[in-house]
């Protein structure tokens, strides 16, 4: 209860939020009228499963289904005359942020549609969303949603962005509603097997159904929630494996010895690094999904390419909130002046005898039954090795600079 009086929003907030919004629809109602569209409130403000100090909120605006689901490409183009001093937000279907009074305002244009089946965009069906929560989620169990995400924007495994690869809020509602509070899920959660199935709506009668209606690529994530809304969707398929069983970890670790720093945010602090190597990174502009995904891949490209160079390390991670950076801590800061490298086994005549002729300035020594070389090292030091990779064409295409600090 102690942490929930410090994210549960304040009734001030509310009141002020709500008055600002109802302003802001009111507004834009009139306008709409005139192409038979009409706005309404969205997200995790309508589900008041929203943090406090979250000034976001959703705004869907709805098209007629019948006039103009032939028309579903242009309906931001449409809606982009009565918002012109909007920032465009490219997408599936590109909507608009508009801020006012320190809100900001995310209106996304959708067709009014009445069930899943007659989307034409995936984001049609979003107030489905919306409304299913509300219509399910009893008052204190909005409040063990807003537990269950601040413990997990709090562990780094919130948001189902490409680059975070976590639970999408409205995941852990679905969480909430099938578990019934925040203990109970992470009880349940440091128990789940790989391939979990989580099917609040009871829509299928066994696994052997629930899986020949899925296709492959929604049962890859290691964890299988259906969409009550949509029983033939996962909506979590952006879960890595990496998240999947760091949320476990975490879980159990919180369950056996529970305390309210499971619920802070750790910020990164570069000047506390003593060990190891930071690099001061500074991202190409564009979308955040975009430019956090090509900072991921820029990792993953240094972390692997040092791996293949011969060093392993003891801690990696990398920090994007203002300021982006990339840290590496090598288990060794030197490796030997040659590396072996493993040739074909004793017995393989055919690519024994290709070896030693491909090798052949070289000694060929045996361990085992197996034949390899000592060869000398292309990188002998770590800094070496990374200054050489951050020389790399492929970083240039996902980050504007990079640095060692």
């Known amino acids: 209860m102690d942490i929930l009086s410090q994210i549960k929003p304040t009734k001030e907030e509310i009141i002020f939020l709500k008055k600002e919004a109802n302003l802001f629809l009111k507004e834009l109602n009139h306008k709409l009228k005139k192409i038979r569209a009409r706005a309404i409130i969205g997200g995790s403000f309508k589900k008041n499963t929203f943090l406090r100090g979250a000034k976001e909120i959703d705004i869907f605006v709805q098209f007629n289904y019948f006039i103009y689901k032939n028309q579903s490409q242009k309906l931001s183009s449409y809606l982009l005359k009565y918002l012109p001093k909007s920032s465009v937000i490219h997408g599936s279907r590109d909507y608009f942020q508009i801020k006012k009074k320190d809100i900001l305002f995310e209106v996304v244009p959708v067709l009014a549609i009445k069930n899943a089946k007659q989307a034409i965009n995936v984001t049609d069906i979003s107030p489905l969303h919306s409304s299913y929560i509300s219509k399910h989620l009893t008052e204190k169990q909005s409040d063990e949603v807003r537990l269950l995400k601040q413990f997990c ?8 962005e490409s680059y975070i690869q976590g639970f999408s809020g409205y995941a852990l509602e679905i969480l909430i509603l099938h578990y019934k509070s925040f203990h109970i899920t992470l009880k349940k959660a440091s128990q789940w097997k790989d391939k979990t199935i989580i099917d609040t709506a009871r829509a299928f009668k066994n696994t052997k159904e629930l899986l020949s209606s899925l296709n492959a690529a929604k049962t890859r994530s290691p964890l299988i929630i259906l969409d009550p809304v949509q029983p033939e969707r996962n909506i979590a398929t952006a879960l890595s494996k990496e998240k999947f069983e760091k949320f476990k970890k975490v879980a159990r670790a919180y369950l056996k010895k529970p305390s309210k720093a499971f619920f802070k945010e750790k910020t990164f602090d570069p000047n506390s690094i003593k060990d190891g190597f ?128």
């Open 278 to 405: 930071l690099l001061k990174v500074v991202p190409k502009e564009g979308k955040i999904d975009v430019i956090g995904s090509k900072l991921m891949k820029a990792f993953a490209f240094l972390k692997e390419s040092l791996a293949r160079g011969g060093f392993s390390l003891k801690e990696s991670s990398w920090h994007w909130k203002k300021e982006c950076y990339f840290y590496f801590r090598p288990k060794e800061k030197k490796l030997s002046k040659y590396e072996k490298h493993y040739g074909p086994f004793l017995d393989d005549i055919i690519n024994l005898e290709k070896f030693r002729r491909k090798w052949k300035k070289y000694k060929i020594q045996k361990e085992k039954n197996r034949v390899f070389v000592n060869i000398p090292r292309k990188h002998q030091t770590f800094k070496e090795c990374l200054a050489f990779l951050l020389k790399d064409s492929y970083l240039k295409t996902k980050i504007k600079t990079i640095k060692i600090v």
């Open 153 to 160: 924007r709090s562990n780094q495994i919130y948001g189902a």
